[in-house]
């Protein structure tokens, strides 16, 4: 079955870096394209960055724009989001899924705080 894993989150300090991974099984990975989507307490899940599943990277939310970087390493079947100059406001759930599959990962909790 389908199964999307994310991991690499924590805490960090303002102006930290953390990366995040998306280990995916069950699919042709390399056939799909990849989104990362985040979810702050009392928000809407909203997108932060997606790249094709040729490697391109895509939209991506400018909130994040010269600061998040995604990417993805096809013989892993893995995805990454690098996030460099964290702020407070980058504290959220992350979380990864392939776009036309009704799949999502258990997410990975990022905290921002000094």
């Known amino acids: 079955q389908v199964q999307l894993v994310e991991s690499g989150g924590g805490w960090v300090q303002p102006g930290g870096s953390l990366r995040l991974s998306c280990q995916a099984s069950?699919?042709?990975?390399?056939?799909?394209?990849m989104r990362w989507f985040r979810q702050a307490p009392g928000k809407e899940r909203e997108l932060v960055d997606s790249i094709s599943f040729a490697g391109r990277p895509l939209e991506y939310n400018d909130a994040v724009k010269g600061r998040f970087a995604i990417s993805r390493d096809n013989s892993r079947n893995t995805a990454y989001l690098q996030m460099d100059l964290l702020r407070p406001e980058d504290t959220a759930v992350y979380y990864c899924?392939?776009?036309?599959?009704?799949?999502w990962g258990q997410g990975t909790q990022v905290t921002v705080s000094s």
């Open positions: 899924m392939a776009p036309g599959l009704p799949y």
């Open positions: 069950g699919f042709n990975f390399g056939n799909y394209g």
